[in-house]
């Protein structure tokens, strides 16, 4: 996905959840100003929203038309690691939109595990297809669903069939010495949907969820234990039960985002 009108800035604080207080200077040189932001991120963050943090901003030139009370965004920081800078996107609302991009991409050739289908007799998955996104199960409203298309070795003619998946996306902005974990708060909301997944997959469905690591440089993805350990235990139990559990990193750039490579993923207690 693709951002207009960056402009970065100097983080200064976040009076609130929604918004953030960031200097700016519109020109080089320029004297600095200081600009409300929408943050687009309700999430704690307090890791990486510290004062004197470089942080990357949207700026809608349509706002006052569109009726919006901040001209700006917030969407990336740039977070100190051993010496260096780590470019990260907090844009909450991102990895949804990367995650439907990355199915569309592999529409025809799909790389998504999948369990075993009517006793081992169907290749993998050929190509997906009817991709579309808040699609509703049950009592949860899943992010992406999609049809996966075999072709059965053992049927005349290789005939095809399909299976139908549902998969849950969850942004990670949360690193510590290169491992990503996730929540970075409680979430009952995020436990609901894992469970609902594994009652999915009970009934005959493919069932995914996709970590979004909103950076680069992760080794590997765990849950958050100390933050919220029953997420934890509901993501295991769901790998039980065949809920494929995926975790990605993004290539990040100050106006752009792509999902990019696998991140081992360990849902074992630290």
Partial sequence: MRY??????????????????????QEAGGEEETVVCHVKNTGRCRELLLPGTAVILQ????????????????IGVLKERNGELLLINMDSQAPNQ????????????????????DGEKF??????????????????RFDLAFDMVFTSSSAPAFQSCTKPAFMEVKGVTLE?????MFPDAPTERGIKHILELAEAVKAGYEAYILFVIQMKGIREFTPNQKTH????????????????????????????LEIDRAVPVFLSKY
């Fill in 98 to 117: 990367v995650a439907a991009e990355w199915l569309h991409a592999m529409e025809q050739a799909p790389t998504l595990p999948v369990n075993g289908y």
């Fill in 59 to 74: 700026f809608h030139p349509e706002a006052a038309a569109l009726g919006r009370k901040t001209e700006y965004s917030l």
């Fill in 176 to 180: 510590e010495n290169g491992v990503a």
């Fill in 4 to 25: 207009e009108h960056m402009i970065q800035g100097t983080f200064i604080s976040r009076p609130n959840r929604f918004i953030a207080h960031v200097a700016i200077r």
């Fill in 123 to 140: 290749l993998p998955a050929l190509r997906l297809a009817n991709i579309r996104r808040e699609v509703t199960y049950g009592q949860s």
């Fill in 229 to 256: 350990p029953q997420f934890g235990d509901a993501l295991r139990l769901a790998h039980e039960a065949g809920v494929h559990i995926l975790a990605y990193d993004c290539i990040v750039t100050a106006d752009t």
